[in-house]
């Protein structure tokens, strides 16, 4: 939600569409629907897409979608099903010893986030690259090199981490960035769940991470090199034109950031550059006195 208040568009996906599906058997679990409602307040956009990631079709079916759009900034990597069923038959199977562990427990964290993380990643790469500027994140965990109470878990995050290292090196040369992000124990629906079980004095909120990220994000679109010498004749152009990129700054204290044409109200949209300049209030100050800067991002 950090970054849809800074006026981004946001595409997030999920298996629970309704909060009345979240609360079935008495889950404590997140919805679909309720993101889009706390996100309604905001100034950016939240896209939704119902997806289970253990689907290849569905994982491929909401990357077309959002190629659909001809943008993509970044893209986080974090469908996680392998917290699923802790407990089984009253026992708490997650410390067992690898030859003890039920083999649902591979495909989920390997079989399913893994490959679900790959499969997105392949998609949606080309998208990123024609940005110049975009970045891959793979959420991961420290378990990667400590073990952790998990063989199987410790071997997920290990491939989460050495996937965004390579992916990173293969991308280097379009200019694009792929980490691994770790997080500590974040207090998730499925951790909740099985709170019990675990030390929560030090745990996170989901919203810190989203925290980190928007910080990262935010320096990624904002720092990018950004000429505004493109010789564009606003007398000419009396509308946005769509052909170049364009940021707002406000004259006031100096605030700048990358303009989102989607977020305008579609009553907007063809207004006159003039007009939409006068509706424009900074987040930053609250002054009313943006100014559109047309330009391009620097390739080189």
């Given amino acids: 939600m950090r970054i849809i208040a800074e006026a981004a568009t946001v595409h997030v996906t999920g298996r629970t569409r309704s909060e009345a599906e979240a609360s079935l058997g008495g889950k404590r679990a997140g919805s679909l629907e309720g993101l889009a409602l706390e996100a309604a307040a905001l100034p950016g956009r939240l896209v939704v897409h119902h997806c289970d990631h253990s689907n290849d079709a569905e994982t ?14 970044i893209l986080v990597n974090n469908a996680w099903p392998g917290y699923e069923n802790m407990i089984e038959d009253g026992d708490f199977t997650w410390p067992r010893p690898f030859w ?5 427990r591979w495909d989920a964290m390997i079989g399913a986030a893994l490959r679900a993380a790959f499969i997105m990643s ?38 989460a981490d050495k996937m965004a290292a390579d992916f990173a090196h293969e991308l280097r040369p379009h200019k694009v960035a792929a980490v691994a992000l770790d997080p500590g124990l974040v207090r998730t629906e ?22 980190v990220m928007r910080r990262s994000i ?4 904002r ?13 000419i152009y009396k509308h946005l034109p769509h052909h170049i990129d364009i940021m707002v700054k406000c004259t006031a204290c100096g605030e ?28 930053s100050c609250g002054a009313k006195s943006g100014k559109l800067l047309f330009g ?3 390739r080189g």
């Fill in 100 to 104: 003890e562990q039920p083999v649902w």
């Fill in 296 to 298: 391009s991002y620097v």
């Fill in 223 to 235: 720092h990018a090199p950004f000429s505004a010498d493109t010789g564009l004749d606003t007398r």
């Fill in 256 to 283: 700048t950031r990358e303009f989102q044409r989607d977020n305008l109200p579609v009553a907007m949209r063809h207004a006159l550059i003039a007009d939409i300049e006068k509706r424009l209030k900074c987040t």
């Fill in 122 to 159: 392949r998609a949606v790469a080309p998208t990123i690259i024609s940005t110049q500027r975009g970045l891959i994140v793979n959420i991961s965990f420290w378990a990667a090199q400590f073990y952790d109470g998990n063989a199987i878990y410790g071997m997920a995050k290990a491939a």
């Fill in 218 to 221: 935010l320096a990624r679109i």
């Fill in 60 to 73: 491929e079916r909401v990357a077309e979608e959002i190629r659909a759009a001809n943008r993509l900034d």
């Fill in 190 to 211: 499925a951790v909740m769940q099985n709170a019990e079980y675990f030390d929560l004095s030090n745990s996170e909120s989901p919203r810190f991470i989203g925290h």
